[in-house]
């Protein structure tokens, strides 16, 4: 018990277990009448298009997130089988594949519009 403005508050011998500021790990430390130090444990991640895995410091941008994005193209074949995705690494399914005669309106150059009776396949000539 504190007895005096001036005096230390008393700490106890428990442990800390407040929240670190990362915001997923539990300080572990004695109890203690400051902030709690950074987090220093290292996280697994996987990148959600290659499957590649990463070791990062735990901080309260990547405290939790088991997956992150490379920034390299995803490179999945797509649905129609001959093409692949050109999008950046993404969560979540690629996109259809442009070139399938529903998604081509126009020629490459946009001035003739497209009579896609013409084509069945995203691999028939434009």
């Excluded at 011998?13 to 444990?41: M, T």
């Excluded at 996280?43 to 070791?55: M, P, W």
């Excluded at 405290?63 to 490379?70: I, R, S, V, Y």
């Amino acid at each position: 018990q504190q007895t005096s403005c001036t005096e230390p508050l008393p700490i106890s011998e428990n442990k800390c277990e407040k929240l670190k500021s990362c915001q997923h790990h539990i300080c572990d430390l004695i109890c203690h009448p400051r902030e709690c130090q950074p987090c220093v444990q290292l996280i697994k991640q996987t990148c959600l298009s290659h499957g590649t895995e990463r070791e990062v410091l735990c901080t309260n941008e990547t405290g939790g997130t088991k997956t992150f994005t490379c920034g390299e193209s995803c490179g999945k074949l797509l649905l129609c089988g001959h093409h692949r995705c050109t999008k950046t690494c993404h969560d979540g399914p690629c996109p259809d594949c442009l070139s399938l005669p529903e998604n081509c309106k126009t020629c490459t150059c946009g001035k003739t519009i497209m009579d896609n009776q013409q084509r069945s396949s995203c691999i028939d000539p434009v």
